[in-house]
């Protein structure tokens, strides 16, 4: 699906929510979009590779890592995963890793910067909750679009 999130906010402006700037593009698509899948972890993805395991049914998984930069929430093989089961992106808020083999993996994903570190195995976290970061109130089931100039999110599919 091919849509610019500046026409999008054009046409929706008072339907919709803007990301703040600061998210980069890593995955090899760009430009994706869908429903909303929300976990909120620390420096721990293990929630994230539960989440990823399951089918995403052309979902976007958002994970708030608490904009932390000292470990990766999301590397190489939990992309291909996620490609792999049907998620159309992963955004997150932190870090990621493995970003040149991700960026010929057919998924969208942003993220604030790369990290080689690894992070926890805890099993610490949460699912399906609201989230709130970078000037976005994000709850599961909401609709998320992103692409090269950012991100924006809606409460209706905006296509």
């Known amino acids: 699906m091919t849509f610019a999130t500046a026409n ?30 929300t976990l909120k972890v ?10 990823l395991e399951q089918p995403g049914n052309g979902r976007v998984l958002v994970v708030d890592g608490g904009a932390s930069v000292r470990c990766a929430l999301l590397g190489d093989n939990l992309a291909q995963l996620g490609k ?3 998620w159309e992106g992963i955004v997150v808020y932190g870090c990621i890793r493995d970003s040149a083999v991700i960026a010929d993996i057919d998924i969208g994903v942003k993220a604030l910067d790369t990290m080689p570190a690894k992070s926890e195995k805890r099993g610490e976290g949460q699912q399906d909750v ?10 599961p089931g909401m609709f998320l679009y992103a692409d090269e100039d950012g991100m924006l999110a809606s409460d209706e599919p905006l296509l």
């Open 42 to 51: 620390y420096e721990d993805n293990s929630l994230v590779r539960e989440q």
């Open 84 to 86: 792999d089961n049907g």
């Open 130 to 139: 609201v989230l709130r970061f970078s000037g976005l109130v994000l709850k």
């Open 8 to 37: 999008l906010y054009d046409d929706h402006a008072e339907r919709v929510q803007v990301a703040l700037p600061g998210f980069r593009n890593y995955g090899g698509r760009k430009c994706f979009c869908g429903p909303v899948a």
